[in-house]
């Protein structure tokens, strides 16, 4: 017996918004249960006595310390603008446009 059924494959699809024909259901039913037997056996591996990890590997951060410099100010900033409005850059409306 399949571990999911034709309808909740069904089901999935209406969630999707997927047009499934009925041999489909079929179909994916069963790659859906090879998958989920696939992550069971996984989930069965897994031992209590080894750490989780995120890498294969060991990585170290190489990023490096902030350091605070000197900055633009806002007159510096906005120098270079096309247009201004209240110390801020004003750009052109592109919301509320109709395509």
């Not at 990585?59 to 801020?88: F, I, K, Y």
């Amino acid at each position: 017996m399949a571990a999911i059924s034709r309808e909740e494959v069904a089901h999935l699809a209406r969630l999707s918004r997927l047009a499934v024909t009925e041999d489909e259901l079929d179909m994916f039913a069963g790659q859906l249960d090879v998958i989920l037997q696939s992550v069971a056996r996984v989930g069965e591996v897994a031992a209590a006595d080894i750490p989780p990890t995120s890498h294969s590997v060991p990585l170290t951060n190489v990023l490096r310390d902030d350091v605070e410099v000197p900055c633009l100010t806002r007159e510096e900033a906005l120098s270079g603008a096309p247009d201004v409005a209240e110390d801020r850059f004003r750009v052109p409306r592109i919301l509320d446009e109709e395509l």
